[in-house]
């Protein structure tokens, strides 16, 4: 149980173009789902939180308007890198919280390679 | 401002033995620890939990230890096998439910 995947697994893409990808809970329903992002040899970073059916809620430094977030369901979110930059290629791993758990895990999705080129 | 730390980079450990990973912390909000294994190009896989209210959980080969006093957490792989292989990371939840602040990562290496 408690299965997240993500799609694509990567993607590469010219600079300016925006690209999305897809965060789903397979066999749980998750009010609350979050962002990372995880450049080569480092921790994981938390780019934002989001919880259906309203805005995400972003870590300071991230743009919201760069990383556009919707949370449409409890089974989805995406996050849309819009008007990419090389700056932007990046490991991006999103995660999971099961609705009405009483502790904190998270359950990640494989994460996406972005390469902007 | 780095709450989470995983002083040590890298744990190379011979099969069979113990593996012992450490983490500290600074918040002392922090009501809930995790630790997380990580292979390459892959999401971090849920490995074992403890609360502020225990010190210390067990499951399986794994084992974390908690010390409020210092606040400090270990967790302990044994026997070590091939397949632990992989970077850990240790994670912390505090008074904003469900946010988690990550360690830098020990990567592990077990030898034959």
């Known amino acids: 149980g408690a299965v997240v995947s993500q799609h694509p697994s990567w993607v590469i893409c010219k600079s300016g173009t925006s690209v999305k990808i897809e965060c789903r809970s397979l066999d749980f329903q998750a009010t609350t789902m979050f962002w990372y992002r995880q450049f080569p040899k480092q921790s994981l970073m938390l780019m934002a939180t989001s919880n259906e059916g309203s805005k995400a809620t972003y870590e300071q430094g991230v743009e919201k308007d760069k990383f556009l977030i919707n949370h449409a369901s409890l089974t989805l979110s995406t996050l849309t890198v819009t008007s990419a930059h090389p700056e932007d290629s990046s490991f991006y791993i999103c995660?999971?919280?099961?609705?009405?758990?009483?502790?904190?895990?998270?359950?990640f999705g494989p994460g996406t390679r972005l390469t902007v080129t | 401002d780095q709450q989470v730390k995983q002083n040590s980079p890298s744990l190379s450990v011979q099969e069979g033995r113990i593996s012992i990973l450490n983490c500290d912390y600074t918040?002392?909000?922090?009501?809930?620890f995790l630790w997380y294994k990580k292979y390459p190009a892959e999401g971090p896989t849920f490995l074992i939990s403890i609360s502020s209210i225990k010190d210390k959980n067990e499951d399986g080969r794994f084992t974390v230890f908690l010390n409020k006093s210092a606040k400090h957490l270990s967790l302990h792989i044994v026997p070590s096998q091939p397949g632990d292989s992989a970077v850990y990371f240790c994670?912390?939840?505090?008074?904003?439910?469900?946010?988690?602040?990550f360690g830098a990562g020990t990567q592990v290496v077990v030898t034959p």
């Open positions: 995660s999971a919280s099961p609705s009405g758990l009483t502790s904190p895990e998270q359950y």
């Open positions: 994670a912390a939840s505090g008074n904003s439910w469900g946010k988690l602040q």
């Open positions: 918040n002392s909000m922090f009501d809930y």
